[in-house]
């Protein structure tokens, strides 16, 4: 199967930034888009931002020009840069990654979560 795993969560003070880290591993062809979503206390899981595999990026406007997505395809990792952090970022945030497991004529693709990382912002 696959495995996400995410890494670079903690406690930071507004204004603050983070990097925030996933690797896919396992067993597969290859990755199509790559995201992080987040869900705060409450609150339902949303998009913050994705990235296809030829690197087209999609922010929540909540987000815009403050965070910035990448990935490293030969490392099958995406990254997420967190600049300015506000509280209202505090968070679970989850790599979510769409994967082609086999080779078929009309590729069938596996939608994968990590199991989440915190984020808190607060002084």
């Known amino acids: 199967q696959v495995q996400l795993v995410e890494s670079g969560g903690g406690l930071v003070q507004p204004g603050g930034s983070l990097r925030l880290s996933c690797a896919a591993s396992?067993?597969?062809?290859?990755?199509?888009?790559m995201g992080w979503y987040r869900q705060a206390p409450g609150k339902q899981r949303e998009l913050v931002a994705d990235?296809?595999?030829?690197?087209?990026?999609n922010y929540a406007d909540s987000v815009k020009g403050r965070f910035t997505i990448s990935r490293d395809n030969a490392k099958n990792r995406v990254y997420l840069q967190m600049n300015s952090l506000k509280p209202e970022d505090t968070a679970v945030y989850y790599c979510?990654?769409?994967?082609?497991?086999?080779?078929?004529?009309?590729?069938?693709?596996?939608?994968?979560w990590g199991q989440g990382t915190q984020v808190t912002v607060s002084s």
């Open positions: 396992g067993s597969f062809i290859r990755i199509n888009a």
């Open positions: 990235i296809t595999s030829g690197a087209t990026t």
């Open positions: 979510n990654a769409g994967v082609i497991r086999e080779y078929s004529v009309v590729p069938r693709i596996y939608n994968y």
